[in-house]
């Protein structure tokens, strides 16, 4: 088992902020204090980020999963909101399958319920890369499928960029290792928590049918599309996603 590293704002139920590949828990603006008022907002690192320990290789999916699964019992967090983009959003399924009593609500954006056999080569390919070549050889790649064209020639990605540059190679590669584990489609229909789905119109990581399939898998789930929205909608359109999950988690509706 490996220790997370976390920060915390506000008291009372738990909100896990779980973040995509190659971020880490800093990267969520303004959601943190939103959300903090009567609640504890809490952001990881994930394991192989920012400053969580180094990941094992072979990268495991489960690993992350018992990894979160422990903060959440040290945090006494029954009844916790679980809100993840991307491969944070893959996890959050998994733990809730797993652990349902640890679980409350779900905010699962820019993921997908499976990763399909026929993209695992591509993906797996993501870590080769940055291994053979360093992070530099993967950013550039990384930022176009992640954000739009106009808000690249912003500069306003830089600290994406910066936090992206700074990821071992190695914990990178272990990373998409485990993205290319994720399969929780066979089981989500025993889901029964709150759960909220949201789709960026212009992701180019993870496509609107994908997110079409999670949502329908998930019994009384909503899917929510958000307009222009890349696949890093909580940093390019973070006022817009902001009001999605604030609005799905203060307003306590399904």
Same mark, same amino acid.
């Given at each position: !088992?490996?220790? %997370?590293?976390?920060?915390?704002?506000?008291?009372?139920?738990?909100?896990?902020?779980?973040?995509?590949?190659?971020?880490?828990?800093?990267?969520?603006?303004?959601?943190? +204090?939103? *959300?903090?008022?009567?609640?504890?907002?809490?952001?990881?690192?994930?394991?192989?980020?920012?400053?969580?320990?180094? @990941?094992?290789?072979?990268?495991?999916?489960?690993?992350?999963?018992?990894?979160?699964?422990?903060?959440? &019992?040290? *945090?006494?967090?029954?009844?916790?909101?679980?809100?993840?983009?991307?491969?944070?959003? !893959?996890?959050?399924?998994?733990?809730?399958? &797993?652990?349902?009593?640890?679980?409350?609500?779900?905010? %699962?954006?820019?993921?997908?319920?499976?990763?399909?056999?026929?993209? /695992?080569?591509?993906?797996?390919?993501?870590?080769?890369?940055?291994?053979?070549?360093?992070?530099?050889?993967?950013?550039?790649?990384?930022? &176009?499928?992640?954000?739009?064209?106009?808000?690249?020639?912003?500069? +306003?990605?830089?600290?994406?960029? /910066?936090?992206?540059?700074?990821?071992?190679?190695?914990?990178?590669?272990?990373?998409?290792?485990?993205?290319?584990?994720?399969?929780?489609?066979?089981?989500?229909? @025993? *889901?029964?928590?709150?759960?909220?789905?949201?789709?960026?119109?212009?992701? @180019?990581?993870?496509?609107?049918?994908? +997110?079409?399939? *999670?949502?329908?898998?998930?019994?009384?789930?909503? %899917?929510?599309? !958000?307009?222009?929205?890349?696949?890093? !909608?909580?940093?390019?359109?973070?006022?817009?996603?902001?009001?999605?999950?604030?609005?799905?988690?203060?307003?306590?509706?399904?």
């Amino acid at each position: !088992m490996r220790h %997370l590293y976390y920060s915390a704002e506000g008291n009372g139920p738990v909100v896990l902020l779980l973040h995509p590949v190659g971020l880490d828990g800093t990267f969520w603006g303004s959601l943190p +204090k939103r *959300l903090a008022r009567g609640r504890r907002v809490v952001a990881i690192d994930l394991t192989g980020h920012g400053r969580s320990e180094d @990941a094992q290789r072979p990268g495991r999916i489960s690993n992350h999963i018992d990894d979160i699964i422990d903060l959440l &019992e040290r *945090l006494g967090g029954e009844h916790a909101t679980l809100v993840g983009v991307s491969f944070g959003g !893959m996890l959050a399924q998994n733990i809730a399958l &797993e652990r349902p009593d640890l679980v409350s609500r779900l905010v %699962l954006a820019g993921c997908p319920a499976a990763i399909p056999e026929a993209a /695992r080569p591509a993906i797996l390919q993501r870590g080769a890369d940055a291994e053979r070549g360093g992070m530099e050889a993967v950013a550039g790649p990384t930022l &176009e499928r992640w954000f739009t064209a106009p808000y690249l020639s912003t500069g +306003k990605a830089e600290p994406v960029r /910066r936090r992206l540059l700074a990821n071992k190679p190695t914990n990178f590669a272990a990373t998409w290792e485990a993205v290319s584990e994720h399969n929780a489609l066979p089981r989500l229909s @025993a *889901l029964t928590v709150p759960t909220l789905v949201i789709a960026g119109e212009k992701d @180019a990581a993870t496509t609107i049918e994908a +997110k079409r399939a *999670l949502a329908a898998a998930i019994p009384g789930s909503r %899917l929510a599309v !958000m307009e222009g929205a890349p696949h890093m !909608m909580q940093i390019e359109c973070e006022r817009t996603f902001g009001d999605l999950v604030a609005g799905f988690i203060e307003g306590g509706a399904s």
